[in-house]
């Protein structure tokens, strides 16, 4: 039986671009942004690092999808790196990708960064793009807001939930980003919201309005990740460790056979449970002090609730609406503003929710900072509701 | 007995009202104010000539067998590919096999007459039934009398000799190079003469020449005549050729210019089939097409004709709309008017044929795919079983899914997407049996879907590739009774 990963590897250093539109910066401009944060954080030079991983949701920013655009951008000394697309996943994946290095001996130091630069394309929202050659023939006409609308109208059915409470609830969910993204400088959208802001917007995708959408940002983020006994030889103290990655990938169970209704995340649940085994978790509402979730959308966040095991089936809206999850709630959820303020931008969201916990576990969070926050769960979701890849990490302090 | 054992009607939904197009456009031409009266049937932006004929033929199949179908002909002027057989992709929806004739009957409005006659005279196919489906989507220019006048719409019929409502008893085609209005290979747009000469010398000639032709040949007379189908845009014409000819007035069918416009090519068959509906045992029946000559077809009703009657029909299909008085979505759907599409309108939308080829099962003919080994239903269908407790290795037999009943399991309204209706519906569609796919719907009225709703697979154009000139179809879901 396999160990798994936990205490394994630790951070030795992280960096985040301010993430928003940021018109005048190009896809390399962020990555050395994020990088020379990093870097310095770590306390090494460049030539230290020995393999990278680089992930880009959408975009290849260079000939065709390579690793390129990272060692390019970041004049790297030759060294291997490996381009990563996992959809939303991507962050989590060019991490993973660097902590299992570390992990298995093959390298000392190993770099992950994920950039994307959504802001090109002359429009909100997420690009249009092709869903490959067969697919575009018969996948119907969904918009990302279009697809996980489709969990309220799921969840509403299975829970007898009335239009108008989940429509509260889901606003509950932005305006207590919105407040939490307001005290975070790096974050995209900066202001605060109202309940009656975020219910009366017009609709993007019934019931998805404008307000329950995370932003469209340009940004990138990063890490450096090294073993325990090279981080202290290095002179770390305070080490923050990875306890869990883990990852679970639909096989057309939910689009094409099971009775699954479309009220929850069926990948969630499965790598939710493996990365509690893998972290040793036995009581997550107890032990987990903070999430970072994929909330690409309100709804989104609202059923990550119940599929993470932290509230009760069908009592998301509940918990919701009594502020369990708000800035002083019982387990806090996008302290940093999470998608929804700190922004999106795809291939750099997993590594950007890390960046928070690091920050939070240094007690270098600024006016955000939790009280004695100890372990975090991360959550992304790439792609649809009913065909999606779900990852999950887990970061705590290294004791 | 040889004749008509089968038929079924289409026509869109959305009715536009006669008032709203001329509210549009009197300004510029007083004259339209007197044919506000009414409405039309209008192509939603996903309906086209195949895609109706493929409505009208599913309807003419609720009383024929799909496996006895042994050809198929389409007529219309408005066929969307000049080259690339139309009748085959109707077939192939249809799912009638791979054997069988098929034929793009056109260039006249008695495309389908001529076609019938074709069908007729040639006897039974090798097996046991030829199937005729017409349909038409006219474009007019803004502001037209056409615009007012015409409409879209379908029409199937089954020939053979099993279950005959309607024996064949003779036919009788005139001839002439009467040029009352033509489409040049260059133009999508008609160019028509004089409307009192086309009747005059049209219309009043043409048709009692072969009509006479036709009884002497058959030994009948005018007045026996129960049903006189003579389509015709000219609301008074049909009644005065009868009266030319000595049938009864109470003998001409309407041609529903109130509730539908004339739909071209299509129409003589569409009234063909609102006259079967109303025909009583013994009845006569004279079909007449007017184009370049006439074309006049006569049958008798059997004691089989209201025995027989598919599931929707003529009447159905009329009462089945939604009223729209949105005159700039008409010259939107029909590219009467260049619109801003947004940006996320102008992702390119190629055609790979190769790939369409290798899918055209699931594209064409909504096949699943159905597990030998545990009986799971599937679509699409794929290598391994979808059932994890199942996983066998191409196990699946074709599994037509089509024509399933299903039920909404999630939906939303996208106003982000581009789609030339929005806001688009889309959703998990359950069927019934086994079987579930993500896909987008269509004919929504705003509040009538609901996880629960019983849906219907109709065949629609999915997407157009305008960079060059090539449409895309595949099956959208209809909440039923809509």
């Known amino acids: ?399 | 007995m040889f004749g008509i054992t089968a038929y079924g009607a289409y026509i869109p939904r959305s009715r536009l009202s006669r008032a709203a197009i001329a509210d549009a456009n009197d300004w510029f031409d007083a004259s339209l104010r007197g044919l506000a009266k009414g409405e039309r049937s209008v192509c939603n932006w996903d309906e086209d000539t195949i895609t109706m004929a493929v409505e009208a033929g599913q309807d003419c199949l609720s009383l024929l067998d799909a496996g006895s179908v042994g050809a198929l002909y389409l007529a219309s002027t408005t066929l969307p590919f000049l080259d690339r057989q139309n009748s085959v992709v109707v077939s192939q929806a249809l799912n009638l096999g791979d054997r069988l004739r098929t034929m793009d009957v056109s260039a006249s409005q008695r495309a389908a007459t001529s076609a019938l006659i074709t069908m007729l005279e040639a006897g039974g196919p090798d097996k046991g039934s030829a199937m005729l489906v017409a349909s038409e989507h006219r474009r007019s220019k803004c502001g037209s009398r056409a615009e007012m006048l015409w409409g879209d719409g379908a029409a199937a019929l089954g020939v053979g000799n099993e279950g005959v409502i309607a024996e064949y008893l003779g036919c009788e085609t005139y001839v002439t190079d009467f040029v009352d209005h033509y489409r040049g290979e260059d133009s999508t747009l008609d160019y028509e003469w004089e409307e009192r000469w086309i009747r005059d010398e049209g219309y009043l000639k043409s048709v009692p020449l072969a009509a006479t032709r036709l009884l002497e040949k058959a030994g009948l007379k005018a007045g026996d005549i129960a049903h006189f189908v003579l389509a015709s845009d000219q609301a008074k014409t049909p009644s005065a050729v009868a009266k030319a000819l000595g049938v009864a007035t109470e003998a001409v069918v309407d041609n529903r210019i109130a509730s539908m416009g004339v739909s071209g090519a299509a129409h003589p068959i569409l009234m063909l089939t609102a006259a079967l509906e109303a025909a009583k045992p013994g009845d006569l029946i004279m079909l007449a097409g007017f184009g370049q000559g006439t074309d006049v077809v006569l049958f008798r009703a059997t004691d089989q004709i209201n025995k027989r009657r598919p599931k929707t029909g003529f009447a159905g299909a009329l009462e089945r709309r939604r009223t729209d008085e949105n005159y700039n979505r008409f010259l939107s759907f029909n590219n009467l008017v260049e619109r801003e599409t947004g940006k996320r309108g102008e992702l390119d939308k190629q055609s790979y044929l190769a790939a369409m080829y290798r899918k055209r099962d699931l594209l064409t003919g909504f096949i699943g795919g159905k597990c030998r080994e545990c009986g799971t239903i599937q679509i699409p269908k794929e290598n391994y079983c979808v059932n994890p407790d199942c996983g066998a290795l191409h196990s699946q037999d074709d599994y037509p899914m089509s024509a399933l009943p299903g039920r909404v399991k999630t939906w939303t309204a996208d106003r982000l997407t581009f789609d030339w209706n929005p806001p688009a519906y889309f959703g998990l569609v359950e069927f019934d049996g086994g079987g579930r796919m993500m896909m987008d719907f269509t004919e929504v009225e705003a509040g009538s879907i609901e996880t629960g709703v019983a849906v219907s697979l109709h065949f629609r154009i999915r997407q157009f590739d305008n960079q060059r000139g090539f449409r895309k179809y595949f099956w959208k879901a209809t909440p039923s009774g809509q």
């Open chain 1, 1 to 399: 039986m396999a160990s798994g990963i936990k205490d394994k590897v630790v951070i030795l250093g992280m960096g985040c671009s301010k993430f928003g539109e940021r018109w005048d910066a190009s896809p390399a401009d962020l990555m050395v942004e994020a990088f020379e944060e990093c870097l310095a954080d770590a306390g090494i030079e460049k030539k230290d690092i020995e393999m990278g991983w680089f992930g880009a949701g959408i975009d290849a920013y260079n000939v065709g999808s390579s690793a390129l655009p990272l060692s390019l951008a970041l004049r790297l000394s030759n060294i291997p790196v490996t381009k990563v697309e996992n959809m939303c996943a991507t962050g989590t994946e060019a991490f993973r990708g660097a902590v299992y290095a570390v992990a298995s001996g093959a390298c000392d130091i190993a770099l992950a960064l994920g950039v994307e630069k959504l802001k090109d394309v002359g429009y909100g929202g997420l690009p249009q793009r092709t869903r490959g050659v067969e697919n575009d023939m018969f996948w119907p006409n969904l918009s990302a807001p279009g697809s996980f609308a489709q969990l309220a109208s799921g969840y509403r059915a299975k829970h007898g939930i009335d239009k108008t409470e989940l429509k509260r609830a889901m606003a509950h969910v932005s305006v207590k980003s919105h407040a939490n993204g307001a005290k975070n400088p790096k974050a995209h959208l900066r202001r605060e919201i109202t309940e009656e802001q975020a219910i009366n917007a017009p609709y993007i995708a019934e019931p998805i309005g404008l307000y329950d959408c995370c932003g469209v940002s340009d940004g990138s983020a990063c890490a450096i990740v090294t073993t325990p006994e090279i981080a202290r030889r290095l002179g770390k103290t305070d080490l923050v460790s990875v306890k869990a990655l883990q990852l679970a990938v639909s096989n057309g169970d939910e689009a094409s056979f099971s009775d699954w209704d479309g009220s929850y995340l069926k990948t969630t649940r499965i790598a939710a449970q493996r990365a509690y085994n893998e972290a040793g978790i036995k009581k997550p509402r107890e032990e987990i002090s903070m999430t970072e979730v994929h909330d690409c959308f309100s709804i989104t966040e609202l059923v990550t609730m119940e599929d993470l095991q932290l509230s009760d089936e069908g009592k998301a809206v509940r918990d919701v609406l009594n502020g369990d999850f708000d800035a002083g709630g019982r387990i806090p959820c996008q302290i940093d503003g999470g998608l929804k303020c700190f922004g999106h931008p795809i291939g750099a969201s997993g590594l950007r929710m890390i960046y928070e916990n690091y920050l939070q576990f240094q007690g270098r969070a600024g006016d955000r900072q939790l009280s004695n926050a100890r372990l975090a769960l991360n959550h992304n979701l790439g792609g649809f509701p009913h065909q999606n890849i779900c990852s999950i990490s887990i970061i705590g302090r290294y004791e």
